[in-house]
C-alpha cells in the first residue's frame, strides 16, 4: 500500500525567506505526485502535480517540487515566501489506477510566515 | 457546475440528532469522494463512488455514517446519533475517474465544517 510522509508538522519562516517542505512516499512504482495548499477555511487547492517526464515541476504561486526517484521524495520550494503563503500543505501519492485509494494524503505541514 | 459545491458550509447539532451533509460534483466526473479532517489531523478517507458502481464503503467509522450517491451527481453523507468526536471538516472531492493524462486529480469542496454540542 502507498503512504505519505510529511515529517514536518510546522514551519515557520520569514516573509521573503526561501521554503522547502518535504515529503517522502512509498509506493511500489512510479507514482503520481501532488502537492495541495488549504487556507483557512477552505478546501484543499492543488499546487502541482507529477506523472512522468522533467522531474522538476513548477506549479502555481510560485511554487516548484522536485521527483527523486532514488530517496523517494517531492520536496515543495518556493524562492522568497508571501506571508499569503501561510496555510496548510498537504502532499499527496496516487495509484495511477486511481481509484478509492488512488490518492493517499500525508497529515500536513502548517507553514507560518513572521514578518 | 464549474467547482465542487458543499452544503452547509457550517452546521451546529446537538449530539444524538442526525445531520445530513451535501455535495455536488463537478458536470462529468464519475468518482466522489468524502472525507473528513479532523482538527489538525490530515485527511481521512470515508468513502468513495465510481459511477453506478456499488461504493467503497471501507473508511465508514461506524455504522452511524452512510452516504448515497443519486443519479451518479450529487452526494449525501449522513451521520446518525451524533457524537462529539464527529465534530470536524467534511471535505468532497471529485474526479474523473479513469484519467490517468494530465488532469488526473481531485477537486475539492470548501467543506462543511460540523460542530457537535
Known amino acids: 500500500a502507498q503512504s505519505v510522509t510529511q515529517p514536518d508538522i510546522h514551519i515557520t519562516v520569514s516573509e521573503g525567506a526561501s521554503l522547502e517542505l518535504r515529503c517522502n512516499y512509498s509506493?511500489?512504482?512510479?507514482?503520481?505526485l501532488f502537492w495541495y495548499v488549504q487556507s483557512p477555511g477552505q478546501g484543499l487547492q492543488l499546487l502541482l502535480k507529477y506523472f512522468s517526464g522533467d522531474t522538476l515541476v513548477q506549479g502555481i504561486k510560485g511554487f516548484e517540487a522536485e521527483f527523486k526517484r532514488s530517496q523517494s521524495s517531492f520536496n515543495l520550494r518556493k524562492p522568497s515566501v508571501h506571508w499569503s503563503d501561510a496555510a496548510e500543505y498537504f502532499c499527496a501519492v496516487g495509484a495511477p489506477g486511481g481509484g478509492a485509494d488512488g490518492l493517499t494524503f500525508g497529515k500536513g505541514t502548517h507553514l507560518i510566515i513572521q514578518p | 457546475g464549474a467547482g465542487v459545491s458543499q452544503s452547509p458550509s457550517n452546521k451546529v447539532t446537538e449530539k444524538g440528532k442526525d445531520v445530513e451533509l451535501r455535495c455536488d460534483p463537478i458536470?462529468?466526473?464519475?468518482?466522489l469522494y468524502w472525507y473528513r479532517q479532523s482538527l489538525g489531523q490530515g485527511l481521512e478517507f470515508l468513502i468513495y463512488f465510481q459511477g453506478n458502481s456499488a461504493p467503497d464503503k471501507s473508511g465508514l467509522p461506524s455504522d452511524r455514517f452512510s452516504a448515497e450517491r443519486t443519479g451518479g451527481s450529487v452526494s449525501t453523507l449522513t451521520i446518525q446519533r451524533t457524537q462529539q468526536e464527529d465534530s470536524a471538516v467534511y471535505l468532497c472531492?471529485?474526479?474523473?475517474?479513469?484519467?490517468?493524462?494530465?488532469?488526473?486529480?481531485?477537486?475539492f469542496g470548501s467543506g462543511t465544517r460540523l460542530t457537535v454540542v
Open positions: 458536470s462529468g466526473h464519475t468518482a
Open positions: 472531492a471529485s474526479s474523473l475517474r479513469g484519467d490517468r493524462g494530465p488532469n488526473y486529480g481531485y477537486t
Open positions: 509506493y511500489g512504482a512510479t507514482p503520481y
